[in-house]
């Protein structure tokens, strides 16, 4: 079992939609992370938070909009996607600032725009 | 630019074999080199990290090689098993401590 729990496991939506994906650890990281990822490819870097900010946005199109209410929570606020925003959507967190410390990984959104 | 490549791009043994999946990044500006495991339609569990001091990782059949100057790592398997097919990534965490990654190794063991 993932110590990172994601939710929902799979969303299908219109490009009209508006949905939220959440993310949650309770093993008291304080660095938290968007990546999306595509079939058969490595996941890409979306967003980082470091101690509830902001601290890296990887020229994401406006429509991902993500938030960090607390130190357990990550969550990303999705509006007017496109169908080439179907893909995996995985959250990972990890210890600010320890490079002796791995990235956790969820086990992933499966994201599908009609 | 930090670029890190995996060979094979697959790779498939019969159950039982030693096997090494390679690594290389451009760059050895890094704090430290990560192995993950990634089941199909699954995350990424974190298998091995070295941290750029290090030379190896084990972990029960499983050791990870770093040679920081060459620019290259080799995840070691020992008595591969059918439970051990998944895809296999290396990143690294560069200057900006973001990780950068492989494109992954596709292994399959046959029973």
């Known amino acids: 079992d993932t110590e990172v729990t994601q939710t929902p496991k799979h969303l299908v939506m219109g490009m009209t939609n508006k949905k939220s994906l959440k993310c949650e650890q309770h093993m008291g990281h304080r660095a938290m992370y968007w990546y999306k990822q595509k079939a058969k490819k490595p996941p890409e870097l979306m967003f980082v938070?470091?101690?509830?900010?902001?601290?890296i946005n990887e020229s994401v199109p406006s429509r991902f909009s993500p938030e960090c209410p607390n130190s357990s929570l990550l969550n990303l606020h999705l509006h007017a996607l496109q169908p080439e925003d179907s893909a995996l959507y995985l959250c990972?967190?990890?210890?600010?600032?320890?490079?002796?410390?791995?990235?956790?990984f969820g086990d992933g959104t499966r994201l599908s725009i009609l | 630019k930090q670029e890190v490549t995996q060979i094979p791009a697959a790779l498939s043994v019969p159950e039982g074999e030693n096997l090494v999946l390679n690594c290389s990044f451009t760059d050895s500006a890094i704090y430290n080199l990560q192995w993950f495991r990634q089941d199909p339609g699954k995350g990424l569990t974190s298998l091995l990290l070295?941290?750029?001091s290090q030379r190896e990782q084990t972990s029960g059949r499983l050791n990870a090689s770093l040679d920081k100057s060459s620019g290259r790592s080799t995840l070691y398997i020992a008595a591969s098993q059918p439970g051990d097919s998944a895809t296999y990534l290396c990143a690294v965490l560069d200057s900006n401590y973001q990780l950068i990654w492989g494109a992954g190794t596709k292994l399959i063991i046959k029973p």
């Open positions: 070295i941290q750029s």
């Open positions: 990972a967190s990890s210890q600010a600032g320890q490079s002796n410390q791995p990235q956790h």
């Open positions: 938070y470091s101690y509830e900010k902001l601290s």
